[in-house]
C-alpha cells in the first residue's frame, strides 16, 4: 500500500502564490507518477500536473507558465508551487501516486482558496 499526504493550502488573494507538498510513504515502485489534481464544488476531478520518476513532467492548459511540480525522490516527495493564482483556481488539491504494478493512492486533499 502507498500512503499519501498532503500539506499547504490555505486562503490567499488573487495572484499571490502557495506550495503544496505531498509526502509518500509505504510500498513505493521505483517507476512511478505523482501528480496533483483538483475538484472544484460541483465539478469533476481534474489533472493539474504530473511528475514521472524520470522527472518527465505534464501541465494542465491552464495552469502552465504559473504552477511548477517538482518531486524529490530520495524524500519520496512531491511539490506543487503556485504563482500568480487566481479565484478559479480555488479547489480541493489531492496527491496521486500511480506504478507499473497497477498501484493507485490518493491523499485526503488540501483546501486551496484564492479571493479576488
Known amino acids: 500500500q502507498v500512503q499519501l499526504v498532503e500539506s499547504g493550502g490555505g486562503l490567499v488573494q488573487a495572484g499571490g502564490s502557495l506550495r503544496l507538498s505531498c509526502a509518500a510513504s509505504?510500498?513505493?515502485?521505483?517507476?512511478?507518477?505523482m501528480g496533483w489534481y483538483r475538484q472544484a464544488p460541483g465539478q469533476q476531478r481534474e489533472l493539474v500536473a504530473t511528475?514521472?520518476?524520470?522527472?518527465?513532467?505534464n501541465y494542465a492548459d491552464s495552469v502552465k507558465g504559473r504552477f511548477t511540480i517538482s518531486g524529490d525522490n530520495a524524500k519520496k516527495m512531491v511539490y506543487l508551487q503556485m504563482n500568480s493564482l487566481k479565484p478559479e483556481d480555488t479547489a480541493v488539491y489531492y496527491c496521486?501516486?500511480?506504478?507499473?504494478?497497477?498501484?493507485?493512492?490518493w491523499g485526503q486533499g488540501t483546501q486551496v482558496t484564492v479571493s479576488s
Open positions: 496521486n501516486y500511480n506504478d507499473l504494478r497497477a498501484t493507485t493512492a
Open positions: 511528475i514521472t520518476s524520470g522527472k518527465t513532467t
Open positions: 509505504g510500498s513505493l515502485f521505483s517507476f512511478n507518477t
